[in-house]
């Protein structure tokens, strides 16, 4: 803590609506007050922020995921940085723990948009001079910024937590071949064998099951992922596996995004466990309505706590990712 101590009056962190939460957390480990802001809105809707301490020569933080609703978080972000960068602050990262718009990173068809790019041209345009985020839905979005960016993992996270549950044979499984290096490395990490499902998909609110690659038959599987939406790739997914003799199936995933019903559809599933972070707040009162005990919770604050104290010290942020 010495490096962030002898620099902690030129940092400043502030903080969206988007998850309060996880920004006061932060500021917990980093020792320092969150910093004073207004956002709220004009009585017709539009979004109003008021910076309410100096921030000339600062090197400033402004936490904000964009999530649901995604717009309004999006904009706060935006109005917020550009308020700073008004203000005279030094540097202005932007820590987005779930990156919003970031399905649509390529064109699979004719006449659509690429919005995880006009995303990132919209950050760097309010003000940004840099990006801290964690695990990005495509890889290739790091390469949409022209400042640098950081995109941090939960991985080691949550391999902990499993390495800690003793549960005997275990298999790795990715839910599908796109996500098969992310699988791949948590089963370094635990040790352990990867399973693959192939899937169709005709639309993004379809999943089709077509097979099972690998040995999960008398194992305890572990589904990997990024992100967990509608749940629908996530619950099919465990049936296959069941299908195929896995004894108990667990999944993690980063970022618990749960739209539509998938507290519903968790909850009649045969999940046993399921492991997020709290990148997103989650709607504890009904998580435990619909799911009983299948959903915990990890925290990611001391990971971008960490990233924050070395971003502002000039010290390496890769270090984080072994």
């Given at each position: 803590?010495?490096?962030?101590?002898?620099?902690?009056?030129?940092?400043?962190?502030?903080?969206?609506?988007?998850?309060?939460?996880?920004?006061?957390?932060?500021?917990?480990?980093?020792?320092?007050?969150?910093?004073?802001?207004?956002?709220?809105?004009?009585?017709?809707?539009?979004?109003?922020?008021?910076?309410?301490?100096?921030?000339?020569?600062?090197?400033?933080?402004?936490?904000?995921?964009?999530?649901?609703?995604?717009?309004?978080?999006?904009?706060?972000?935006?109005?917020?940085?550009?308020?700073?960068?008004?203000?005279?602050?030094?540097?202005?990262?932007?820590?987005?723990?779930?990156?919003?718009?970031?399905?649509?990173?390529?064109?699979?068809?004719?006449?659509?948009?690429?919005?995880?790019?006009?995303?990132?041209?919209?950050?760097?345009?309010?003000?940004?001079?840099?990006?801290?985020?964690?695990?990005?839905?495509?890889?290739?979005?790091?390469?949409?910024?022209?400042?640098?960016?950081?995109?941090?993992?939960?991985?080691?996270?949550?391999?902990?937590?499993?390495?800690?549950?003793?549960?005997?044979?275990?298999?790795?499984?990715?839910?599908?071949?796109?996500?098969?290096?992310?699988?791949?490395?948590?089963?370094?990490?635990?040790?352990?064998?990867?399973?693959?499902?192939?899937?169709?998909?005709?639309?993004?609110?379809?999943v089709v099951v077509m097979n099972?690659?690998?040995?999960?038959?008398?194992?305890?599987?572990?589904?990997?992922?990024?992100?967990?939406?509608?749940?629908?790739?996530?619950?099919?997914?465990?049936?296959?596996?069941?299908?195929?003799?896995?004894?108990?199936?667990?999944?993690?995933?980063?970022?618990?995004?749960?739209?539509?019903?998938?507290?519903?559809?968790?909850?009649?599933?045969?999940?046993?466990?399921?492991?997020?972070?709290?990148?997103?707040?989650?709607?504890?009162?009904?998580?435990k309505e619909v799911c009983q005990?299948?959903?915990?919770?990890?925290?990611?604050?001391?990971?971008?706590?960490?990233?924050?104290?070395?971003?502002?010290?000039?010290?390496?942020?890769?270090?984080?990712?072994?």
């Amino acid at each position: 803590m010495s490096v962030l101590n002898s620099f902690s009056q030129h940092l400043k962190v502030f903080s969206g609506n988007a998850n309060q939460y996880l920004s006061q957390e932060i500021c917990w480990y980093l020792d320092i007050p969150l910093g004073k802001a207004d956002v709220g809105r004009f009585p017709n809707g539009e979004i109003k922020v008021q910076i309410e301490e100096s921030v000339r020569g600062c090197d400033v933080f402004v936490i904000q995921p964009t999530c649901t609703p995604v717009n309004e978080n999006l904009m706060e972000l935006l109005i917020m940085i550009d308020a700073l960068h008004r203000a005279s602050a030094k540097r202005i990262t932007a820590v987005i723990p779930f990156y919003g718009y970031a399905k649509q990173d390529r064109k699979t068809k004719g006449r659509e948009p690429i919005s995880a790019k006009l995303v990132a041209n919209l950050l760097v345009t309010a003000g940004a001079d840099r990006v801290l985020t964690m695990d990005l839905h495509a890889g290739q979005i790091q390469g949409f910024f022209d400042v640098p960016l950081d995109n941090l993992a939960a991985q080691s996270l949550l391999a902990r937590y499993f390495a800690g549950q003793k549960l005997g044979e275990v298999v790795v499984v990715s839910p599908d071949v796109g996500g098969t290096a992310r699988a791949r490395n948590f089963a370094s990490r635990l040790g352990v064998d990867l399973a693959v499902i192939d899937k169709h998909r005709p639309s993004f609110s379809q999943v089709v099951v077509m097979n099972v690659i690998g040995k999960v038959k008398g194992k305890k599987a572990i589904i990997v992922d990024d992100l967990i939406d509608t749940g629908k790739t996530l619950v099919e997914g465990a049936l296959a596996l069941m299908e195929h003799g896995a004894e108990q199936v667990f999944a993690c995933a980063t970022h618990p995004v749960f739209s539509e019903d998938a507290l519903d559809r968790i909850g009649r599933s045969i999940l046993s466990e399921v492991i997020v972070t709290n990148t997103i707040p989650l709607n504890w009162e009904r998580a435990k309505e619909v799911c009983q005990n299948k959903i915990k919770v990890m925290s990611v604050a001391p990971i971008f706590a960490e990233a924050i104290k070395r971003i502002h010290g000039e010290l390496s942020v890769s270090e984080l990712f072994v």
